[in-house]
């Protein structure tokens, strides 16, 4: 529908205005589908401004755009189509915050009320479990040694279950200790003997061991990456970037002079004995004779 010029909502004697653009509609003589098709503005929606029922509507700021634009398409004032909605949607949403206001309370009081029934609940069952408790306690220790004191003839009848006192109780675990401790001896005794003889068979006299040699190697652990060269004044031994756990091992000879990149990362033994090679601007041909 072409605009035209837009009638003054003020001169309607009508302030809702769902009633306003539904009757305009109707003297169009448009259909719903015909004006959400050309609007691009769903059906549903449409419906529920004619219907004032906001609820379906989408947020004010939405629903703004849709009564402006509806209200220009029918030929009425958009400024004062807006304004009629703006005051109902508003007063629809006071009203239902309203609502909410007043039933929190109730909400609040009601969880209120279950949370100290639960905890009076919870006080009744511990009470009666623990009455249950010590009324089905066992007895003292001085009613079982008056319930198990019989005569020595009941005793013999009944087979003599439970019929041996107590110093003859203490008596008979005492012997059995004694016993277990007599057996131990004996063994003891029979292992030291057994050891005894078998250090008297394999006894090797101490000035026959030979003095351990140590090697006339010199060894490079490496316990980090380094590069490092050693060589003498005729050849290079190695040379390379080596890695943590790699180990290099020469013929210890005269003259030896070792270069390494990171000191911290390799240690050096010559002979067996390790040399320190940490020292400041000590990392190029540092001669092995020299280390201590």
Excluded at 7 to 27: A, C
Aim: net charge negative.
């Amino acid at each position: 529908m072409k605009e035209t010029d837009t009638q003054n909502i003020e001169e309607i004697d009508i302030d809702d205005i769902g009633t306003i653009l539904k009757s305009s509609r109707l003297k169009s003589k448009k259909s719903l589908e015909e004006i959400s098709s050309e609007l691009c503005i769903r059906k549903i929606y449409l419906t529920a401004l004619e219907e004032s029922n906001y609820e379906v509507l989408p947020p004010i700021p939405y629903g703004i755009g849709y009564v402006r634009t509806y209200a220009r398409y029918l030929g009425l004032s958009p400024e004062r189509a807006v304004k009629l909605y703006k005051t109902a949607a508003l007063a629809v949403e006071e009203q239902k915050n309203e609502e909410d206001i007043v039933e929190t309370p109730e909400v609040n009081k009601s969880g209120s009320w279950h949370i100290l029934t639960g905890i009076l609940a919870l006080a009744a069952i511990y009470g009666g479990w623990s009455w249950y408790m010590s009324q089905t306690a066992p007895k003292t220790s001085e009613e079982n040694v008056i319930a198990v004191t019989v005569p020595e003839s009941e005793s013999n009848v009944a087979g003599e279950i439970v019929t041996e006192s107590e110093p003859a109780l203490k008596q008979e675990n005492a012997e059995a200790k004694e016993s277990n401790v007599l057996e131990t001896a004996e063994e003891t005794t029979q292992t030291t003997v057994d050891v005894v003889t078998l250090e008297e068979q394999t006894v090797v006299p101490v000035a026959e061991t030979a003095p351990a040699v140590m090697p006339n190697n010199v060894v490079l652990e490496f316990t980090g990456e380094t590069w490092v060269e050693l060589k003498d004044k005729n050849k290079v031994y190695f040379q390379g970037v080596f890695h943590d756990k790699d180990k290099k091992e020469i013929e210890y000879t005269d003259n030896l002079f070792l270069s390494v990149g990171r000191p911290r990362n390799v240690k050096v033994f010559i002979k067996g004995v390790e040399k320190d090679i940490i020292a400041p601007r000590r990392k190029m041909n540092i001669p092995l004779d020299s280390l201590n």
